[in-house]
């Protein structure tokens, strides 16, 4: 029987879309294949009698079509302080071996994992300035979305009542997206971003 396990997270997104993302209107994403990394710092969380408070990671991949269509190649990044029973209890709910939403039905879009990393990561949870590195493997920085003509900054809240990953997010820009790892490898700057807190349960 699968641990049971929650957790509230502050999260900070990139993809390699353009800003607003088709993919959350149950579109093509922009250029027809995705790419893109979903990081959290959990602020509370249990797996079993594991306590998951204060971790992070990073869930990267890149599909050659939609993410739904499937055929991925991911990566996990864990923080390196985490306990063997803690990397152990986020493997099992990031990879899906858990269920629960939304990692059961997102890993299940993956044909390839690539051996999980821990490594330190630099978080700052801060609106349109937040940003976060792990290791030297994945950066995100997020930016003010401006407007093209005048320079004006707008600003963009997507509520999506049947969303998979949370319910309302802040669409940003990115002034930096990267993953420089064995297998996998994305370089996206100035492109989708997005700030919110979520809630994963199963």
Sequence with gaps: MASKWNYQAEMINACNCDWGCPCNFNAKPTNGFCEGVWAAHITSGLCGDTKLDGLKFAWGARWPGAIHEGRG???LWIEETASEQQRNALEGILQGKFAGMPWTIIAATVDHWLETAYVPFEWTYDGTRSSYNAGN????TLDTMRNSVS???ASATILLPNGLVTKELHATATKTFSVF???LKIAAPGKY????IAEHSN
């Design 73 to 75: 190649t991911a990566r």
């Design 137 to 140: 493997q994945v950066r995100a």
């Design 151 to 153: 320079g004006a900054e």
């Design 181 to 183: 790892s064995q297998g």
């Design 193 to 196: 971003g997005f700030y919110c």
